[in-house]
């Protein structure tokens, strides 16, 4: 069973450049999520999708998309990508909110130069 | 709108010490709340979570959490620390009116030999 798997675990990008960071998930879970994880920051929500074809902003959604048109895929864009855009971006998944716990993959450590 | 706010982005304790890691929440409704361990250039994993069954939560490798909704608190403790227990914590709530988990900023725990 392998869960939450995110590609590619590591990308230098230039500015300007666009790029797509992709999730997968084995579990059969509606919902999933995009974080990006900064440095004393915790983790903010970028988006969320609580299933195929419908997606959500969260706290930071600018600079980024996402669709979701299957459940198992969520991919993550950056368009133009930017030097504020250099985070760890996480990508999980729940059966559903509330009162169940959310799986995370390993991370994607992107750096815009 | 929900918060959470974690007390000390570091925390040192030595090896068979005991480890408390302070969190407190904000919110309008009962909350769901949640501790997660990230390890190094891993994604997060559940440790424990409170949801409203009982006010004290055992979680896996030693790790408990006691909801006192007096102080609005959810602190994580553990009797005796290991150097395995080395890591970052985030404490997170996810209220019952939505879909999204809020994080803490994170406490790294450093263990001392």
């Known amino acids: 069973n392998a869960g939450v798997t995110q590609t590619p675990k590591f990308r230098i990008l230039k500015i300007g450049q666009s790029m797509t960071l992709q999730c997968t998930q084995d579990?059969?879970?509606?919902?999933m999520y995009w974080y990006r994880q900064d440095p004393g920051m915790g983790l903010k929500l970028i988006y969320y999708s609580v299933g195929a074809g419908i997606t959500d902003k969260g706290e930071v959604p600018n600079g980024y998309n996402v669709s979701r048109s299957t459940t198992e895929d969520f991919p993550l864009r950056l368009e133009l990508a930017a030097p504020s855009q250099t985070s760890v971006y996480f990508c999980a998944s729940s059966y559903q909110e509330l009162n169940t716990e959310a799986f995370f993959g390993q991370g994607t450590r992107l750096t815009v130069v | 709108a929900q918060s959470v706010t974690q007390l000390g982005s570091h925390v040192s304790v030595s090896e068979g010490a005991l480890v408390l890691l302070r969190c407190n929440y904000s919110?309008?409704?009962?909350?769901?709340l949640f501790w997660y361990v990230q390890y190094p250039n891993q994604g997060l994993q559940l440790l424990l979570k409170y949801t409203s069954a009982a006010t004290l939560v055992k979680g896996i490798n030693g790790f408990e959490a006691e909801f006192k909704k007096s102080e609005t608190s959810f602190h994580l403790t553990k009797p005796s620390a290991h150097m395995s227990d080395a890591a970052e914590y985030f404490c997170?709530?996810?209220?019952?009116?939505?879909?999204?988990?809020?994080f803490g900023a994170g406490t790294r725990l450093f263990v001392k030999a």
């Open positions: 919110s309008s409704v009962p909350p769901y």
């Open positions: 579990m059969n879970h509606n919902y």
């Open positions: 997170a709530v996810s209220d019952t009116g939505g879909f999204k988990t809020i």
